[in-house]
């Protein structure tokens, strides 16, 4: 049974309407963008702050997310703070 092997945020997230994994993506959503914004930090460590272990994985994350890869976001939107958040909730 899932509901055995969720955690108690889980549970209790679920009985308010909200998934947990859907929490996190907007989570992980709202930090890339964040930094992606400052050249200074390297996606190589966004990579790691949002909880990947390799680039790839994070990259095909992301272009799940913005229908673009990290590097190519950053080099649109860097700039353009007001264009920052357009993603997959936004775009429709």
Known sequence: DDE????????RLAASGVEFS?????????????SLANKNIPI????????YADPSTF???????????PAHWRELRTGHP???????????
Do not use: C, M, Y
């Open 4 to 11: 055995d092997r969720s955690t108690p945020l889980q549970r």
């Open 22 to 34: 859907e929490l996190l993506n907007t989570v992980r959503r709202e930090a890339a963008v964040r």
């Open 44 to 51: 190589s460590q966004i990579t790691g702050q949002l909880g």
């Open 59 to 69: 990259g095909r994350w992301f272009k799940s997310q913005f229908q673009v890869t």
């Open 82 to 92: 007001e264009l920052a958040f357009k993603g997959r909730d936004q775009a429709h």
